[in-house]
């Protein structure tokens, strides 16, 4: 009898993922902060909005017992994807504490909250400003009064071209692709690849395991449409440098920046 080959497991890429990208509970601590720092009170209520496999709504849950946290996303796989691997992490107290909607982030009647957290930059899946504006103006209108919506984005004249950025990990390289710059659009396409060590000492390519195409949007833009939908004002969070040039993790509120490769920031509307 000819003895099949066994199959391999499934590449697991939301595993990868959460090393390589993910920082949630850097992330809460930040949205916390920042809360505190603007309203000088206490927040309850998150959004996480585009919240893919909620990690970040765990981590609010883990906070504080008080804190509750709602993640929106309209992609089925990696919501069931948390449901399993981030939800059953929690205490039973904090994952009741989790309530997660699986729909548009332009839908009317998304849970009031305090704060609303649009991060890795999924708010750039928009393209027209109009579509960017009827996001913000449904995240204004789903704020608590004095609630904040907090945004990250990335910029710099390294993306404004084709570009491959490996970062090594234990036992796997994180490649971060991008695919050109249209100057004319200010849109470009990223692929997330993982290149990983398996046990026998090869690398087994796992290629374009995530692909955004995105609009390149500017810090400038961002807050104008958040003016524009009501915000009273808005803030940027700017990273710090640390010794060998990189960014050091460290955000604080600036008036203006400063000129670098690439950067990160985050800006904030205050309802
Ligand atoms: C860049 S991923 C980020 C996921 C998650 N925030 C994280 O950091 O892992 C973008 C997510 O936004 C979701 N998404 C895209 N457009 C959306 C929309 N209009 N409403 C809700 N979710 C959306 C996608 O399904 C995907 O899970």
Redo the contacts with the bound molecule.
Sequence with gaps: MKLSKPVPPPFDKYHF?RRA??SPDVDVRFLRDTYRELRKSEPNDLR?????????SCEWAKLSPKYRAFG????HE?ISYGMAHNLTELSKSAAERVIIRE????SPGLPKVDIIAA????HY??KARETMKQ?FANAYSTLNDGGILVADCFGGPACQKQNKDFTEHRGFTYVWEQVGYDPVTSEAVFHIHFNVKEKSGKVRRHKHQ?T?DWRMWTILELREIMLECGFKKTHVYWEGTSRNGDGDGVFTRVQSGEVCEAWVAYVVGER
């Design positions: 993922y990208v993910q996480e909005d585009f919240c893919g496999t909620f990690a970040i929106i996303d309209l992609d990696p729909e548009n982030v332009l991060m890795n930059f999924s899946i928009f996001y995530f955004y």
